[in-house]
């Protein structure tokens, strides 16, 4: 599947990539195995690793194999060949997409924020309200009933993941799960975890630079902020393996302990970012920034997506559950 013509150069080259990365999983030459499988270390090693080289086309990769892990939760079928998923269930204040029925069937009408990869998917899963709940809904992505909002994504970081706001105009859809199965499943948390590891790819690329500038001289200052990043990326990474193990002996979770590990996990993966950017940028100087294009890119790129932590609201949402757990489930 060829990119739109109209993607800019960046979302171009992150359908492309994106496209390539889902032949890949369909002939086995890459996988990523279903959190709870008994793999999920490899599952997050592989998110990161495609996060590594572009965390544009990690951000649709990461959405098609969540699809492919929630359909999978719900009792949906599983992609099929050729098809690019999304999943698009950002739910902040606004319009939102409301699902009503009609015949045997439901139609989405409404606006959808955040649905990246817009003009490559070809499916995707969205929740909308029904009622006084929230459902998820399996769509095929038309061009005349699912319209972009021009001028919606006008983002310089992430810019490449194609994130724009997406007009539903009657479009068919299919329930996937119950009323409110989608947030209360356990896999909703697994995933979260999942998006954690690609922010911890894109640290890990952002380092290389800094890494380059310590291999090529030797400067005291230098190999201290080396040293600092390399104790956080480590953390970070004994942190996702650990998550990884724990999701592995219990993927149902009947201990009743996804939210607060992935709540755990994503707060320090996102920490770790940010101290790994401020120590990389005050290493390195504007030189990197400015003449290094990749890494520039990356550096945009992982500021912007780390934003799908919300700072201290999520913080604080931590510190309630551990404070009055009963009241904050």
Known sequence: MPADPALPVDAA?????????????????????????????RRFAALQGVAEAGLCTARLVEG???????????????????????????????????????????????LKQYCSGAHTCTRALVTARAGESRRLFAVEVDAERCRPEKGSWQAVGMAGSDTPDVRFTDVPASTVGGPEAYVRRPGFWHGGIGVAACWYGGAVGASRVLRDAAAGRAESHTDAHLGAVDVQLHAAAA???????????????????????????????????????????????????????????????????????????????????????????
């Not at 080259?13 to 086995?28: G, S």
């Not at 393996?241 to 993966?269: C, S």
């Not at 945009?300 to 009241?327: C, F």
């Open 64 to 110: 098609h194999v969540d699809a492919t892990a929630i359909l999978a939760e719900l009792g949906g079928s599983a992609p099929s060949v050729g098809e690019l998923w999304g999943v698009w269930a950002a739910e902040p204040p606004g319009e939102g997409l409301v699902a009503t029925r009609e015949g045997q069937g439901w139609v989405l009408n409404g």
């Open 239 to 329: 942190l996702l393996e650990l998550a990884a193990a724990e999701i592995d002996a219990d993927p149902r979770d009947e201990k009743g302990g996804a939210q607060l590990r992935a709540m755990r996990v994503r707060a320090f993966v996102e920490s770790v970012c940010r101290t790994v950017l401020d120590h990389v940028g005050r290493a390195t100087g504007a030189g990197p920034l400015c003449h290094d294009a990749a890494h520039a890119r990356t550096v945009a790129d992982l500021t912007v997506y780390i934003r799908q932590h919300h700072a201290e609201r999520e913080l604080a949402g931590l510190g309630a559950y551990l404070a009055r757990p009963e009241g904050s489930r």
């Open 13 to 41: 080259q992150a359908a492309q990539d994106f496209v390539h990365t889902v032949k890949q999983i369909e002939k086995d030459e890459l996988t990523f195995p279903l959190p709870g499988s008994g793999h999920t270390a």
